[in-house]
């Protein structure tokens, strides 16, 4: 495991096959921005497994999976500390949270940072009083504490812009090291974004990305049309079914992990999309990696050249 590295992509590479696992609907949030409406629960097909069960059918698949859990809310899932451990034990687990509900403290006092390779958590700005921001970053620093590997994420929602230089000038002030600008991706006053980035913004998400790789989610440059990629052999789609898919933005079915009718394509194909919804796990599926963007405005292509060449991506 890389231990708080900055460069998100450098976590994942090392890994041959990627599960992006969409395990619950029930959030205890309601951001304007998610993909959810307020108040979705959780369907009844959630948490019907036993974790031995679970573990049992990924184990059968005869490979070590690098699993990238999501939903909703993943330590609102029943029995979710014992279903990481479990895991865990033959496999390795991302998980994205909003590192404030109930569950957190508990997770980080049950859980051991073995074979978890980030804890992503969301920093989800416009729900927090100074109060329960200060309790987001307690929260950040018993992770950070206990040894486990962790990055904040800040959504580019378009109305942050205004307070966004300011809010990672106070969180990097409270010792957060690594804070990452997740690209909004979705319609905000009848334009969609990322596409419909200013330049001013785009240059704002510059001055804080990590890897310059992300910068294709926000160009809006996610464009693999007949690349050769992963989606489908290495890399895939879970929903809490059980149900998997080529990719997310492909649903081709690969089956049912659950039921033991999962299968894999032999090996990479071309993508027949023109457009690519996976953000970073379509850039990393790709079997030749694609070169960062050019940035052509001023002072913004110095820093996006300096990133360049400290995470080695530069092709050299």
């Known amino acids: ?23 619950n609907d029930l959030c205890n949030l309601s951001c304007v921005y998610c993909f959810f409406p307020t108040g979705v629960k959780d369907p009844p097909e959630v948490g019907q497994l036993t974790p031995a069960q679970i573990k049992a059918a990924f ?11 999501g939903g909703g809310e993943p330590l609102l899932y029943p029995d979710f500390i014992k279903l990481v451990n479990t895991l865990k034990i033959n496999h390795a687990i991302q998980i994205s949270t909003n590192l404030f509900n109930k569950n957190v403290r508990e997770f980080a006092e049950r859980v051991t940072p073995e074979n978890i390779i980030n804890i992503n958590a969301s920093v989800h700005i416009l729900h927090h009083s100074s109060g329960s921001l200060a309790k987001f970053i307690q929260n950040y620093h018993l992770y950070m504490d206990k040894g486990f590997d962790i990055t904040v994420s800040y959504v580019t929602y378009p109305p942050l812009f205004k307070r966004m230089k300011e809010d990672f000038a106070y969180l990097k002030s409270q010792g957060i090291k690594t804070i990452i600008p997740l690209t909004f991706q979705g319609f905000f006053e009848g334009k969609k974004y990322p596409g419909s980035y200013t330049s001013d913004q785009v240059k704002m998400i510059l001055e804080n990305v990590h890897e310059p790789l992300e910068l294709l989610i926000t160009l809006d440059r996610m464009k693999f049309y007949n690349r050769m990629c992963r989606a489908g052999s290495g890399y895939f ?10 990719c ?14 999962f299968s894999s394509r032999p090996g990479p194909a071309a993508c027949p999309v023109d457009q690519c919804n996976d953000a970073c796990f379509g850039i990393i599926s790709q079997v030749e990696e ?6 052509e405005f001023g002072a913004a292509s110095e820093v996006a050249e300096t990133i360049i060449e ?3 991506l530069d092709g050299t």
Not at 1 to 23: D, G, K, T
Not at 60 to 66: S, V
């Open 237 to 246: 789609f879970m929903d809490y079914r059980g149900d998997v898919w080529r």
């Open 59 to 69: 184990d059968k698949t005869g490979k070590k999976w690098a699993l990238f859990i």
């Open 1 to 23: 495991m890389i231990e708080n590295s900055p460069y998100r992509y450098a976590l994942l590479r090392p890994f041959s096959n990627h599960m992006v696992w969409h395990i």
């Open 248 to 261: 997310a933005t492909i649903k081709e079915s690969c089956g049912n992990l659950f039921n033991g009718t």
């Open 290 to 295: 694609p070169f960062p963007p050019e940035v």
């Open 310 to 312: 400290d995470s080695h």
